[in-house]
């Protein structure tokens, strides 16, 4: 079904089209006001084009009003201060067109470049645990595919893990000297780790122990057997941890294409740079220099021993990923600190004439309320236990305030509302800032919180319940606008639609939980101001209605950040 503003915009195109048949200028765009005294939608055409018109902008605002073609929206239109047009909508537009949002999907047909969109997110380090970064760049991630798919574009997700870089000649090395078998079958990613945190020291002492993870890693390139079998249970066995807590939080990868996959492709760039004089020697090393305008410190593409390095790698992507998918847009989502790295890549990728749409989507750190989170050796929070530790706080919250539902249900709900209070507290937020974790705040029940939300939702349920009960159900209901928040609800229904445009077009997910957030506010006020059940039937369903695509509409949203919903809590 047509968007509301899409219906509104071809009207306004259709009236400037008229009184300036062949004016170059943008199409008008209309937006939400923020007050209700403008109307419901608002549109500055035609102060921004004053100057093309070459009129003052109320008289072309009065033109255009003029000249809008017969329509069944538009209830009133009228011109305010120095020539804003504002649109009021008719009520029966409203009542007619809501009960569709359920039956029709979005008509997203004028958005011309769909194609294919490739999202490198998650992407954590084998024989590494997975830190908080990885779950912001997982989160952010995920909420981005989804909302690319919702809008019809191709996504793939690609898990871009790194798994191809000189720890694997130290871990070979340790393994081989210090591996505590034991340890390594109960918690593989942990012995790992621990001979890896070993070998650092060791080799501090010892940097004979360097030279030799250099032999390793060398072989291991190479495709000496053994090396590679041991890499290759390295991953096999780092995979299935984080599939754990991919599982668990509900993410879907479509390739996991780590960084080996582009070894091959690694001495062609390096052959192709050098050769159109983007790269040249530099003390042996292959190096990108950037002019002053550029301003970026030199990209070191092949280090004088011949290794390749981590940009050299993302190139190589690029040009598998071009080749591949033909991708309109390759999405990276990390952390900020690789900000000059995308940079220099994307300028590099550029120089080779691969003009695509790159974008590096990056966010800020997290820190924990009581103290700086940091990577530093042996202070890494695991993920794993951070998700526990969420769900046993919402079990805990469960018990005290709904002490009656089944220890069964009691678990499913918890794992929803923990993992879900993970998710939203990091989708809610502006993701360039740096998020602070703090427990209490992102538990409580009221607030801008998945709880919160995932209340609201429950408690449409209910009310659904309760009306079965009482023998209504949804069967022939009709909307009936007389309450002003029935119909400030109805018009924010409209709205997902649009948001998710505006979310995918800034990569912001916050957009999305914003409007949740005012959905659930202005449901719950209609909730709790208006009665539901105690009225006669046609308005008992209309407000049914209206609950039951609120909770739809809830639903929905919420799954463009990747949280799922409980019918109870
Ligand atoms: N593995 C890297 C890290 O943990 C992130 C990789 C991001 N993607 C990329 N194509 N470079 O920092």
């Known amino acids: 079904m047509k968007l509301v503003e899409k219906i509104l915009e071809d009207l306004l195109k259709k009236s400037v089209e008229k009184i300036f048949p062949n004016a170059e200028v943008k199409d008008p765009v209309v937006q939400r006001t923020s007050n209700e005294n403008f109307g419901d939608f608002q549109t500055n055409f035609a102060m921004i084009n004053a100057k093309v018109f070459k009129k003052a902008p109320r008289v072309i605002a009065q033109d255009i009003i003029d000249n809008i073609p017969e329509n069944e ?135 004979e122990l360097l030279e030799e993870a250099r032999q390793e890693l060398k072989k291991l390139q190479d495709g000496e057997t053994e090396n590679r079998k041991l890499w290759q249970e390295f991953i096999d066995l780092s995979l299935k941890e984080y599939n754990k807590i991919y599982r668990r939080m509900d993410i879907e990868f479509d390739t996991y294409y780590g960084e080996s996959h582009y070894h091959s492709i690694m001495p062609e760039i390096v052959k192709m740079l050098l050769e159109k004089g983007i790269a040249t020697y530099s003390e042996g090393a292959v190096v990108v220099f950037f002019d002053e305008k550029e301003n970026l410190p030199p990209a070191i593409i092949q280090k004088k021993d011949g290794a390749f390095l981590y940009a050299t790698s993302d190139l190589a992507c690029i040009k598998f990923r071009r080749e591949t998918y033909h991708p309109n847009r390759i999405l990276y989502v990390t952390d900020e600190r690789q900000q000059t790295h995308f940079k220099q890549v994307f300028n590099i990728a550029r120089k080779l004439g691969w003009e695509d749409n790159y974008q590096h989507i990056w966010f800020g750190l997290m820190r924990f309320a009581d103290g700086v989170f940091s990577t530093r050796k042996g202070n890494v929070i ?61 538990l409580a029940f009221d607030g801008n919180t998945a709880p919160y939300l995932l209340y609201t939702y429950a408690r449409i349920q209910s009310l659904k319940r309760k009306a079965k009960d009482n023998g209504y159900t949804l069967d022939n209901a009709e909307i009936l606008i007389n309450e002003k928040l029935e119909r400030k609800l109805s018009l924010l229904l409209t709205q997902l639609p649009i948001i998710v445009m505006r979310a995918a077009d800034d990569y912001k997910p916050n957009l999305i939980a914003d409007y949740l957030f005012e959905l659930a506010q202005t449901y719950n006020s209609f909730y709790n101001s208006l009665s539901v059940l105690k009225e006669e039937e046609k308005v008992l369903k209309s407000r049914l209605l209206l609950s039951h695509l609120a909770g739809e509409v809830l639903r929905k949203g919420l799954d463009l950040l990747g949280i799922k919903v409980v019918d109870k809590m």
């Open 73 to 207: 929206i538009i209830e009133k239109i009228e011109i305010a201060g120095p020539g804003f047009i504002n649109i009021f909508i008719k009520n029966d537009f409203l009542v007619n067109y809501l009960p569709k949002l359920e039956k029709e999907e979005p008509d997203f047909s004028f958005i011309t470049d769909k194609g294919t969109v490739v999202i490198d997110y998650s992407s954590p380090n084998i024989a590494k645990p997975m830190h908080i970064g990885h779950l912001r760049s997982t989160v952010i991630g995920d909420s981005i595919k989804r909302i690319y798919k919702y809008l019809g574009y191709d996504v793939i997700g690609d898990n871009h893990l790194g798994d191809w870089g000189t720890q694997f000649g130290k871990l070979i090395v340790a393994y081989r000297l210090w591996l505590d078998r034991e340890h390594y079958e109960k918690d593989p990613i942990g012995e790992m780790e621990r001979i890896y945190v070993k070998f650092e020291k060791e080799a501090e002492k010892n940097p």
């Open 382 to 442: 695991k993920l794993q236990e951070l998700l526990d530790k969420a769900v046993e706080k919402a079990k805990a919250i469960i018990e005290e305030k709904n002490p009656e539902l089944s220890e069964e249900e009691k678990s499913k709900i918890a794992e929803i509302i923990g993992i879900g209070a993970v998710k939203y507290a990091d989708l809610s937020q502006n993701r360039i800032s740096h998020i602070i974790f703090d427990w209490d705040k992102m």
